[in-house]
């Protein structure tokens, strides 16, 4: 299993950025796909999630700002950024998990799925 982000970088407030993860080792029937982020001194938040039917789940912080999608043909998934704030800079993880089943955890879902890690990718908005 490995996850592979790119994308990161620099970005003005109220800009928009684009990340993508591909993915391979993982059979997307039951695989939720996620996007967490982390700055030095704090947890690791949730950030969005997909799950295998293409149900999303958004952090308040990022609803109706960001935009998570997948392409299965690609084993990619996508995290579109828009209006952008200084506070969502931080490094951005995609995370996997199988056999994930999203009414288990019910509202804000997006914070469990995960499994595996991808290396990070750094956004700074200023």
């Known amino acids: 299993v490995q996850l592979v982000e790119s994308g990161g970088g620099s970005v003005s407030a109220e800009g928009s950025l684009t990340l993508s993860c591909v993915s391979s080792?993982?059979?997307?029937?039951?695989?939720?796909m996620s996007w967490f982020r982390q700055v030095p001194g704090k947890e690791r938040e949730g950030v969005a999630a997909i799950d295998s039917s293409g149900r999303t789940s958004y952090a308040d912080s990022v609803k109706d700002r960001f935009r998570i999608s997948k392409d299965n043909a690609k084993a990619t998934v996508t995290l579109q950024m828009s209006s952008m704030k200084v506070e969502d800079t931080a490094m951005y993880y995609c995370?996997?998990?199988?056999?994930?089943?999203?009414?288990?955890w019910g509202a804000g879902w997006h914070r469990h799925c995960f499994g595996d890690w991808g290396q990070g990718t750094q956004v700074t908005v200023s």
């Open positions: 080792g993982y059979t997307y029937k039951s695989a939720c």
């Open positions: 995370a996997a998990a199988e056999n994930f089943t999203p009414t288990v």
